[in-house]
């Protein structure tokens, strides 16, 4: 009987780790805002997604009329969601020859373009010295 109540008292303990340890993740501060903010997915219409003087004219329309909207302070775009780009973007590093032929060989990183007010909208600090203005 003892032990069975010393396993129960572990597991309970344990459990309570748990919910602490869940509750401490869910409140890590990211450095980006979440509060006040809406994001939303809005995909370039079929008629213009080749052409990219017509999709920035597109994404320049939808930010004057989201600007224009009482209550709104600030408003950009971006390509994914905040801090999930949208896909790895194969490269090739200047200088170098290319590592392959195929480009689906080539060494990937994250890729995410922004309009020039992503970082004021999603309260992101740029620090001193950084290469971010």
Same mark, same amino acid.
């Given at each position: 009987? #003892?032990?069975?109540? @010393?396993?129960?008292? %572990?597991?309970? !303990?344990?459990? /309570?780790?748990? $919910?602490?340890?869940?509750?401490?993740?869910?409140?890590?501060?990211?450095?980006?805002?979440?509060?006040?903010?809406?994001?939303?997915?809005?995909?370039?219409?079929?008629?213009?997604?080749?052409?990219?003087?017509?999709?920035?004219?597109?994404?320049?329309?939808?930010?004057?009329? #989201?600007?224009?909207? @009482?209550?709104?302070? %600030?408003?950009? !775009?971006?390509? /994914?969601?905040? $801090?999930?780009?949208?896909?790895?973007?194969?490269?090739?590093?200047?200088?170098?020859?290319?590592?392959?032929?195929?480009?689906?060989?080539?060494?990937?990183?994250?890729?995410?373009?922004?309009?020039?007010?992503?970082?004021?909208?999603?309260?992101?600090?740029?620090?001193?010295?950084?290469?971010?203005?």
């Amino acid at each position: 009987m #003892i032990g069975e109540l @010393a396993l129960a008292l %572990s597991i309970v !303990a344990g459990a /309570g780790l748990a $919910l602490h340890s869940f509750a401490n993740l869910i409140n890590v501060d990211m450095g980006v805002r979440t509060d006040h903010v809406l994001t939303f997915y809005l995909r370039v219409p079929k008629a213009q997604e080749k052409e990219p003087v017509k999709i920035a004219a597109y994404y320049r329309q939808i930010l004057t009329g #989201i600007q224009a909207v @009482a209550g709104v302070s %600030s408003a950009s !775009a971006q390509t /994914g969601t905040p $801090l999930f780009p949208p896909g790895m973007t194969p490269f090739a590093v200047a200088g170098k020859s290319a590592p392959d032929s195929d480009s689906l060989k080539w060494p990937k990183a994250g890729f995410g373009a922004v309009t020039p007010d992503f970082f004021k909208t999603f309260g992101i600090q740029n620090y001193a010295g950084s290469r971010l203005h």
